[in-house]
């Protein structure tokens, strides 16, 4: 599986509460489809940004109490006054679907992880919140999991995006390890890329073991779900590491027999985190 943020909405997961699966599927329709309007097609970036003001446009319309919105639209705007949803991760969203358009560098991982604030974290935010879990030391948790599993996703996915034109490793990690962005591809790179690769992984997966306590904490199918996507982060990792980092020629995905694997780390990871947290 692509560990990707919008691929993890557990749409249709059987442990998703069939109460929840309507809000579940207009936030998904709302991300999905603006996240396509900002990476898929060939429009010009210019109609590209057009069309995600437009969507912001309709959220101003939401915020405004308006009726006569689009069934997409509509949808999300019930769910907004159902559960009282804040409009800000939204907003969020669009915001980094509009960097994505203008942006494919990032100097600093600094900088990375404010896209990752905007393009990832609120759909944490938003799960919590139809939860009714939204506090702020689980908002911390859940950000620190969207966060990795979006850096996990820019590592699994370095090819696909490079073939975009698009570098989401921080450029000063590249100086750092000598590994020109011109050259990603030269096999005479490849003992850097390794060992830049290998510095990458290990800061994901401090990342995703911070913010994983989260998925103890929180009860009955949230918390198992949630066991669920950081297992299947952890698990991606480890494939990278498997094909010594080379995602030019191996990019990492899950098979069946990863899916046990995930299952039983799941049903098992009080005791694994422990150990996991004192290995890092």
């Not at 490849?190 to 290990?202: G, I, N």
């Not at 191996?250 to 995930?262: E, T």
């Amino acid at each position: 599986m692509p560990v990707d943020h919008y691929e993890n909405f557990p749409v249709a997961s059987i442990l998703l509460p069939k109460r929840l699966r309507p809000a579940v599927e207009a936030i998904y329709a709302f991300a999905r489809s603006a996240d396509d309007l900002a990476d898929e097609g060939d429009a010009a970036p210019e109609q590209r940004l057009a069309a995600l003001t437009a969507y912001e446009a309709a959220l101003d319309r939401i915020a405004q109490g308006a009726s006569d919105h689009e069934p997409m639209f509509e949808h999300l705007a019930q769910v907004v006054r159902q559960y009282d949803m804040p409009l800000r991760p939204l907003y969020d969203l669009l915001s980094a679907f509009k960097q994505d358009v203008a942006v494919s560098r990032y100097q600093t991982f600094d900088a990375l992880l404010d896209y990752c604030a905007r393009s990832a974290n609120p759909v944490g935010f938003m799960m919590l919140h139809l939860y009714g879990e939204a506090d702020a030391d689980n908002v911390r948790d859940s950000d620190a999991i969207c966060s990795a599993l979006q850096i996990i996703n820019f590592l699994q996915d370095v090819a696909i995006d490079l073939h975009k034109e698009r570098i989401y490793i921080p450029l000063e990690d590249l100086n750092r390890f000598a590994v020109s962005p011109a050259a990603l591809t030269d096999p005479s790179a490849r003992p850097r890329w390794r060992a830049l690769m290998r510095f990458e992984v290990d800061r994901a997966r401090r990342l995703m073991l911070s913010g994983a306590p989260l998925a103890l904490r929180l009860p009955g199918r949230i918390g198992f779900e949630l066991r669920m996507v950081v297992q299947g982060g952890l698990r991606i990792l480890e494939a990278i590491e498997a094909v010594e980092y080379d995602v030019f020629l191996h990019r990492p995905k899950l098979n069946k027999r990863d899916w046990l694997g995930i299952l039983w780390a799941s049903v098992r990871m009080k005791s694994r985190l422990k150990a996991a947290l004192r290995a890092a």
